[in-house]
């Protein structure tokens, strides 16, 4: 085989291929917020799921996951492409996503936040842990209540790197 070196700090793509998220919140001044996030993933399952996800410090809805303790998880699907990339193009602290984009959205069931329309599924939870490192969180949820058309997964968009968007391919 022929390997090509991988600089270290561009590693994470190898093995960012999970399904892209968009972070669901709400703040303290009472704005709804969202934001695409690639690294979100199951830790536990017993007695109820358990999701983490990594987010930017610095970012609006790290913020209010921290405040309010409690966040959504929506699975935006491969039509909604254009949804994940203007909401990672602007700032939750600069403006109101929701209202600026236009986005349409309904309430979630058992946390308060806004799910955009028609993405494939959701994940209430509620905040467990919040570890900081440098200018990351880890922050972990559990799962209160969890919507999906079915099949959902066959429709995500994954993220590789910047540019770098697939959908799932052939069942195998």
Known sequence: ???RNIAPKEAYALQNAGGLVLICTKGAEGRYDLAPVAWCCPFDYEPVSKLL???DTSHKTCKDIEVSREFAIALPGVAQEGLVMETGSISGNDVDK???LGIESFAAKLVDVRIPAAVLGWIECRLTNLLLEGTSAIVMGEVLNAE???NAWKERIHFVSDGILFRPGATI
């Open 98 to 100: 929701y209202k600026e």
């Open 148 to 150: 999906a058309v079915e």
């Open 1 to 3: 085989m022929d390997y």
């Open 53 to 55: 996800c990594v987010l």
